[in-house]
């Protein structure tokens, strides 16, 4: 498909027959995607989205169609500032060249909008007419949607009537990569002055029209661990002239989770799980080096803080009597997602002002990460779920090459965000 090139036009100036007729070709009809939340305001809102749902499409298909890589996002950030600019205002690109801020109005306070804009190294498995033209790289976890959404949402409040404070958009780069892309904002200074901050992520758990909202943690800190054997090596018939490695990896395998369950507060949402194991080849002999490697995530931050040094005299003692040489490398990751009490409350009432009182859902805590806990450890914010399972059909995860999100939570997003911003200035 062709994007639309906000240079050669200002946002909004199609015809309305023109994009009724885009949205038909598209399969997408006009009445389900303005279902949620039509109506009730501010008028300005629903006029936005009324003149420039189609853009909004056009937007995320271009995006979906064409992912980047973390830290190689240069032609999804040159599209983003390029339609910033179209409106009037003035993004900032990040020093690395990718990911960018933009400031709506002036003063304090000051709310942060984010959205993630990289791509995973997953090769897409649907046969949508606007799909990865990539190779092995798509948007499987739904970033073309966040970022088609804080679009919409910015441009809708740069041509809202005068708002009595300053909105901040954060397009931020390399999410998907530890420690993540939020780190990048932040050195950038993407943080000074801001007051609150608010993020949406797209969970095909939830039906489109709904938003998860849940105070505390929401994702977790999400930590790697990799441990290196080494032994003399020998044959299996003599274990007792060699140190068994392969024994040695299996007591970790199954000791150090178990360990770790009477260690730390079960509370905490504590899960070590391994996805990687390798040791010889030789049914008969002791291999001479094998290799460990897993996740270790928790909900609660000062748990995350201890886990290292704990991991560490709990993998000492379970292979102190084995005889083996160790080497164990613990790459610490994001921090938790745990969301204010007070933010959150003012994004659940600016969901329900948006969308109506049926469309707040509570969130669970889960163990994936997201960099935008590291926000969170300078200012106030609130990270939710935006529904996008279709309400019918298979529900197919997020990082899975099936994934596929429902556009109607497209101007979903648009209203909660705007919502969210409106109501930190009251």
């Known amino acids: 498909m062709t994007v639309v090139d906000s240079r050669d036009r200002s946002p909004g100036a199609k015809d309305l027959r023109e994009r009724e007729v885009l949205l038909t070709e598209t399969g997408v009809s006009m009445a389900p995607v303005h279902d949620f939340g039509a109506g009730r305001g501010p008028s300005w809102l629903d006029g936005w989205l009324g003149s420039n749902l189609a853009d909004l499409l056009a937007w995320r298909r271009h995006i979906h169609a064409n992912p980047e890589l973390s830290r190689q996002e240069f032609g999804t950030t040159e599209l983003i500032a390029r339609i910033l600019s179209s409106a009037g205002l003035a993004p900032r690109v990040l020093p690395g060249g990718t990911g960018l801020i933009c400031d709506i109005g002036t003063g304090r ?15 897409e498995a649907v046969g949508l007419d606007f799909r990865s033209t990539v190779e092995g790289v ?4 739904g970033h073309d949607m966040h970022t088609a959404a804080l679009l919409g949402a910015g441009l809708a409040l740069a041509g809202a009537p005068a708002l009595p404070g300053r909105v901040r958009l954060i397009f931020q780069p390399a999410e998907e990569v530890m420690p993540g892309g939020a780190l990048d904002v932040i050195e950038a200074g993407g943080l000074d002055g801001v007051d609150r901050i608010f993020a949406l992520h797209c969970n095909p758990q939830i039906q489109v029209g709904r938003v998860g909202t849940r105070v505390g943690p929401i994702t977790a800190a999400a930590d790697m661990l990799e441990l290196r054997l080494t032994s003399p090596g020998g044959h299996t018939s003599r274990p007792h002239l060699t140190a068994d490695l392969v024994h040695a990896l299996g007591t970790v395998i199954t000791g150090l989770p178990t360990l770790l369950s009477r260690r730390v507060d079960p509370r905490s949402g504590t899960v070590l799980v391994w996805g990687a194991v390798h040791a010889g080849e030789a049914a008969n002999a002791v291999p001479q080096d094998g290799m460990l490697r897993g996740t270790l995530r928790t909900g609660d931050r000062d748990t995350w803080a201890a886990l290292e040094p704990l991991v560490v005299d709990l993998v000492s003692s379970l292979l102190g009597p084995t005889g083996v040489g160790y080497d164990l ?21 600016a969901t329900k002002a948006a969308l109506g009182d049926g469309a707040l859902v509570s969130a669970p805590q889960s163990s994936g990460g997201d960099d935008f806990g590291w926000y969170l450890e300078h200012v106030p914010g609130s990270y939710a779920r935006l529904g996008v399972w279709p309400g019918d059909g298979p529900i197919v995860d997020i990082h899975r090459p099936t994934f596929v999100a429902d556009e109607r939570a497209l101007p979903v997003a648009v209203r909660v965000f705007t919502h969210a911003a409106l109501a930190s200035f009251t």
């Open 109 to 123: 306070p000051c709310v942060a909008l984010r959205a993630d804009i990289d791509a995973l190294p997953v090769t």
């Open 138 to 141: 798509s948007h499987a976890c």
């Open 329 to 349: 490398q613990h790459r610490r990751g994001v921090a938790p997602v745990v969301n204010d009490e007070e933010t959150t409350e003012l994004l659940q009432s």
